[in-house]
Nanobody, 124 residues
Framework: QVQLVESGGRLVQAGASLRLSCAASGRTFGRNAMGWFRQAPGKEREFVAVISWLGFTTYYADSVKGRFTISRDDVKNTLYLQMSSLKPEDTAVYYC?????????????????WGQGTQVTVSS
């Protein structure tokens, strides 16, 4: 089993930067691709960014490309999402996810473990 705990979400103004963290733990955590997804009120959960095991491959949603950066520290078992130039449409609950495979994929159905989410609110 893998446990994921997100942190770093808060209320910010448009144009600000914010870094989310996701601490991973568990006996089975190891060679996992990991990703960030988000869900705004009344909308489906959507892909934001994903990173393969060891970090050689990353993918981003078009809506965040050039503004968000996903990274991982496998010594600390922590996933990060650096967000800059935030927009009101980035407002959502952000979820960290891990899959029991090394390859980065973008569909939420292929992730096996999920955190509880952290709220990011961007005011205009």
């Amino acid at each position: 089993q893998v446990q994921l705990v997100e942190s770093g979400g808060r209320l910010v103004q448009a144009g600000a930067s914010l870094r989310l963290s996701c601490a991973a733990s568990g006996r089975t955590f190891g060679r996992n691709a990991m990703g960030w997804f988000r869900q705004a009120p009344g909308k489906e959960r959507e892909f934001v960014a994903v990173i393969s095991w060891l970090g050689f491959t990353t993918y981003y949603a078009d809506s965040v490309k050039g503004r968000f950066t996903i990274s991982r520290d496998d010594v600390k078992n922590t996933l990060y999402l650096q967000m800059s130039s935030l927009k009101p449409e980035d407002t959502a609950v952000y979820y960290c996810a891990a899959r029991t495979a090394i390859k980065a994929v973008t569909t939420p159905e292929e992730f096996d473990y999920w955190g509880q989410g952290t709220q990011v609110t961007v005011s205009s």
